[in-house]
């Protein structure tokens, strides 16, 4: 069952659009571009997110720059399919700093993992905590990423 798109209205996406874009705009720069009043703004932006279509709002970081820099792109492929065996996975990953995105997928791998490290024996010491040591992980496959051409979270607001 598909979850229903919340309604949102022309002021909600500009507030939105603009805030994917940088969270650095102020409420006057939101106001203008949503044509309403500062007071409005700060409604809607409450709003927005306890009804959690605004879930953070955080500092995006050049991996290079803080040491990471190489990324992996890792199916994961369990033993056993359990309940509990899934939650358990999706438990270690969420701990797990070097793991920036998890997704649990259809297909030939149960998991699919978009990983950081500084170097290749700092991913080896990933793989040993991540699947070596789980004797539920069958098997993992690792793509290693040359290049970042489009890397973002970004959800296309202009056809609600």
């Known amino acids: 069952m598909t979850e229903k798109a919340p309604s949102l209205d022309a002021s909600d996406r500009a507030i939105l659009k603009q805030l994917q874009k940088s969270t650095q705009v102020n409420l006057e720069q939101l106001a203008h571009l949503s044509d309403l009043s500062v007071p409005s ?3 809607r932006l409450r709003r927005l997110r306890e009804r959690r279509i605004i879930e953070g709002e955080v500092a995006i970081l050049n991996p290079k720059a803080v040491g990471q820099s190489m990324t992996f792109i890792v199916m994961v492929e369990l033993e056993r399919e359990r309940l509990d065996q899934l939650d358990a996975f999706r438990r270690k990953a969420r701990t797990e700093p070097q793991v920036q995105q998890c997704y649990y997928v259809t297909g030939e791998a149960d998991f699919v993992l978009i990983c ?3 170097d290749m024996e700092d991913f080896e010491a990933l793989t040993h905590r991540l699947f ?3 004797t539920n992980v069958r098997r993992f496959r690792t793509s ?6 489009k890397v ?3 959800v296309p607001i202009d056809s609600l």
């Not at 290693?144 to 051409?149: A, F, G, H, K, Q």
């Open 41 to 43: 703004v700060q409604r």
């Open 116 to 118: 950081l490290a500084r």
């Open 132 to 134: 070596f040591e789980n």
């Open 144 to 149: 290693v990423v040359m290049e970042r051409s």
């Open 152 to 154: 973002g979270l970004g």
